[in-house]
């Protein structure tokens, strides 16, 4: 027998048992189910076992680690099931799982080979649900790496081949589901009966594999399509596929080649042309008041002074305006659950004084320009003004500037609103996705080390609260935009490299962000790192590691 001590208390348990069994009898979770384990502090799969005394705190889909190890395993038991449905057909199509839509995943096969369509989902849909009442086993196999590039080029699956070609990693890991396996990059869940929640919706030229949410794990959202996220998302896969840079592999393939200036200039030209098309919009529709949102790290600040310099080129005149300077005095500030200010609620806005303001601009008045000044926690004024010309455009920005209280007071038409975010289009391989989150994390460990002297692990702590707020007040209102514009580069991961790697090696192995900052370690080792010096001084990534010619 050996111990087995879990919040505190101890349990006797026979030696080689495994954590799954361990969690089945003695783990509680209110929400979701249990699906990872730490084991002396280290992440681990339930069909590991304990052969020594140990602590163990088990993972549930409630949290970001364990629901991404639903999330993952439910793409392959989805993989499974198309092979089968189509093995049937006579036919085989090649899946791509591209982005994150609709609280799910938006996924396309090769049309070439097959058609979406609602009778084909059924049929897909209804064999996942025969594998997970069969409750499979899903199983880990180690292979050297070489043995895993010549078994997935047998295949005829070259994604894999080509991003394992780059891997300095001697051994790497298979999962198996009843005879179809495949790569991905994490842990996953014990078997198929685990994954419960999911359902398939035709959309475009493809469809979306639903999945719950960390907050009701057990409960599937509504479909509700995203149409001009979705543009914006299959925009920027199109560049991708363009390039021949749509994945990890591709990418690692041009900077092998010497091709990665050349892809820098061109994902920089197709980037400038797109906020050219914006301000040409912006003329052609006579705005006057321009609304700029997005999450954390999405780019906002340079994003706006190059939408400036097009606006000026069309012979307008943009003047800059933060929502920050409209905050309410300190003392105003609404308070959070926890007691802290809550600097990212509407509430601390005064969204009357700005929408007094903007209103008197908009009828030709001069008014006086607020600055807060976050030192003492006040609105100033310092004898700045404004007035409007002819040819004049106010240019917004702040978290609030899609949500239609924060400019309820303007005329309609005289609003154009812009939603940005770094919408990563770049894939580990065909069935591998990169999260948007992680793109913009990193940017922000990046940029606080090096503007504000944070930690990466000070970043890191704050990232769920920054998160909650994004949920709460930006993405809701996502869709209210006029036009979204996308500032992730293709290349950027490889850029960002050997500045992020070095901040996220200082974080100690016994701080609670150390297996975030490892599991981001991991996912960088996929890339080829270059240097910056070829990056333009104008580019949204000179934001974050330096260098730019706007005042960021």
């Given at each position: 027998?050996?111990?087995?001590?879990?919040?505190?208390?101890a349990?006797?348990?026979?030696?080689?048992?495994?954590?799954?069994?361990?969690?089945?009898?003695?783990?509680?979770?209110?929400?979701?189910?249990?699906?990872?384990?730490y084991?002396?502090?280290?992440?681990?799969?339930?069909?590991r076992?304990?052969?020594?005394?140990?602590?163990?705190?088990?993972?549930?889909?409630?949290?970001?680690?364990?629901l991404?190890?639903?999330?993952?395993?439910?793409?392959?038991?989805?993989m499974?099931?198309?092979?089968d449905?189509l093995?049937?057909?006579?036919?085989?199509?090649?899946?791509?799982?591209l982005?994150?839509?609709?609280?799910g995943?938006?996924?396309?096969?090769?049309?070439?080979?097959?058609?979406?369509?609602?009778?084909?989902?059924?049929?897909?849909?209804?064999?996942?649900?025969?594998?997970?009442?069969?409750?499979?086993?899903?199983?880990?196999?180690t292979?050297?790496?070489?043995?895993?590039m010549?078994?997935?080029?047998?295949?005829?699956r070259?994604?894999k081949?080509?991003?394992?070609?780059?891997?300095?990693?001697?051994?790497?890991?298979?999962y198996?589901?009843e005879?179809?396996?495949d790569?991905?990059?994490?842990f996953?869940?014990?078997?198929?009966?685990?994954?419960r929640?999911?359902?398939?919706?035709?959309?475009?030229d493809?469809?979306?594999?639903?999945?719950?949410?960390?907050?009701?794990?057990?409960?599937?959202?509504?479909?509700v399509p995203?149409?001009?996220?979705?543009?914006?998302?299959?925009?920027?896969?199109?560049?991708?596929?363009m390039?021949?840079?749509d994945?990890?592999?591709?990418?690692?393939?041009?900077?092998?080649?010497?091709?990665?200036?050349?892809?820098?200039?061109?994902?920089?030209?197709?980037?400038?042309?797109?906020?050219?098309?914006?301000?040409?919009?912006?003329?052609?529709e006579?705005k006057?008041?321009?609304?700029?949102?997005?999450?954390?790290?999405?780019?906002?600040?340079?994003?706006?002074?190059?939408l400036?310099?097009?606006?000026r080129?069309?012979?307008?005149?943009?003047h800059?305006?933060?929502?920050?300077?409209?905050?309410?005095?300190?003392?105003?500030?609404?308070?959070?659950?926890?007691?802290?200010?809550?600097?990212?609620?509407?509430?601390?806005?005064?969204?009357?004084?700005?929408?007094?303001?903007?209103?008197?601009?908009?009828?030709g008045?001069?008014?006086?320009?607020?600055?807060?000044?976050?030192?003492?926690?006040?609105?100033?004024?310092k004898g700045?003004?404004?007035?409007?010309e002819?040819?004049d455009?106010?240019?917004?920005?702040?978290?609030?500037?899609?949500?239609?209280?924060?400019?309820?007071g303007?005329?309609q038409?005289?609003?154009?609103?812009?939603?940005?975010?770094?919408?990563?289009?770049?894939?580990?391989?065909?069935?591998?996705r990169?999260?948007?989150?992680?793109?913009?994390?990193?940017?922000?460990?990046v940029?606080?080390?090096?503007?504000?002297g944070n930690?990466?692990?000070?970043t890191?702590?704050?990232?769920?609260?920054?998160?909650?707020?994004?949920?709460?007040?930006i993405?809701p209102?996502?869709?209210?935009?006029?036009?979204m514009?996308n500032?992730?580069?293709?290349?950027?991961?490889?850029?960002?490299?050997?500045?992020?790697?070095?901040?996220?090696?200082?974080?100690?192995?016994?701080?609670a962000?150390?297996?975030?900052a490892?599991?981001?370690?991991?996912?960088?080792?996929?890339?080829?790192?270059v240097?910056?010096?070829?990056?333009p001084?104008?580019?949204?990534?000179?934001?974050?590691v330096?260098?730019?010619?706007?005042?960021?």
């Amino acid at each position: 027998m050996v111990k087995v001590t879990m919040n505190g208390k101890a349990y006797e348990v026979e030696k080689g048992t495994t954590l799954e069994s361990i969690a089945k009898q003695y783990g509680t979770c209110e929400k979701g189910e249990i699906v990872l384990a730490y084991q002396n502090g280290h992440l681990c799969e339930l069909y590991r076992t304990v052969t020594t005394d140990c602590d163990v705190e088990f993972v549930d889909t409630t949290n970001k680690i364990g629901l991404s190890s639903y999330k993952r395993s439910m793409i392959l038991m989805m993989m499974k099931a198309f092979r089968d449905v189509l093995k049937n057909k006579g036919t085989k199509g090649r899946i791509r799982v591209l982005f994150s839509l609709s609280k799910g995943f938006y996924c396309e096969l090769d049309r070439s080979a097959v058609t979406v369509t609602p009778e084909l989902l059924k049929e897909v849909e209804n064999r996942m649900k025969e594998l997970r009442e069969a409750d499979i086993k899903i199983v880990k196999s180690t292979y050297k790496s070489h043995d895993v590039m010549k078994r997935f080029e047998k295949q005829g699956r070259m994604d894999k081949v080509q991003l394992f070609k780059y891997r300095r990693a001697s051994n790497a890991n298979v999962y198996r589901l009843e005879g179809f396996e495949d790569y991905y990059y994490g842990f996953m869940v014990p078997s198929t009966g685990y994954l419960r929640c999911f359902a398939l919706h035709a959309y475009e030229d493809g469809f979306v594999l639903q999945l719950p949410e960390r907050k009701n794990p057990d409960v599937l959202p509504d479909f509700v399509p995203q149409n001009k996220l979705f543009q914006v998302l299959k925009q920027s896969d199109d560049w991708g596929v363009m390039l021949k840079v749509d994945t990890v592999g591709g990418l690692n393939d041009a900077i092998a080649a010497g091709g990665i200036n050349d892809l820098m200039l061109v994902q920089e030209a197709l980037q400038e042309s797109n906020v050219a098309a914006i301000a040409r919009r912006i003329k052609e529709e006579d705005k006057k008041v321009i609304l700029i949102a997005g999450p954390s790290s999405s780019g906002k600040t340079s994003f706006s002074h190059r939408l400036s310099i097009q606006l000026r080129a069309l012979g307008l005149s943009p003047h800059p305006i933060a929502l920050d300077n409209y905050f309410v005095d300190r003392e105003r500030t609404p308070k959070d659950e926890d007691g802290n200010y809550d600097f990212e609620c509407l509430e601390a806005v005064d969204v009357a004084k700005f929408n007094e303001d903007m209103a008197c601009l908009l009828r030709g008045e001069e008014i006086q320009m607020p600055t807060f000044n976050f030192l003492i926690g006040k609105r100033e004024y310092k004898g700045n003004t404004l007035k409007l010309e002819e040819n004049d455009v106010l240019v917004i920005e702040g978290i609030h500037g899609l949500n239609p209280k924060m400019s309820e007071g303007l005329p309609q038409d005289s609003k154009f609103k812009i939603y940005i975010s770094a919408l990563t289009q770049l894939n580990v391989d065909e069935h591998n996705r990169i999260a948007t989150t992680d793109g913009r994390l990193i940017r922000r460990i990046v940029r606080d080390a090096r503007t504000r002297g944070n930690s990466a692990q000070r970043t890191i702590a704050m990232w769920d609260s920054v998160r909650r707020g994004e949920e709460q007040n930006i993405f809701p209102f996502q869709e209210e935009a006029d036009v979204m514009f996308n500032s992730a580069l293709i290349y950027e991961l490889s850029v960002i490299k050997p500045y992020v790697e070095p901040l996220l090696f200082a974080i100690p192995r016994e701080a609670a962000e150390y297996q975030e900052a490892k599991r981001l370690l991991k996912f960088l080792d996929y890339f080829l790192g270059v240097s910056s010096e070829n990056i333009p001084n104008n580019s949204i990534l000179r934001e974050f590691v330096g260098g730019s010619c706007f005042p960021v």
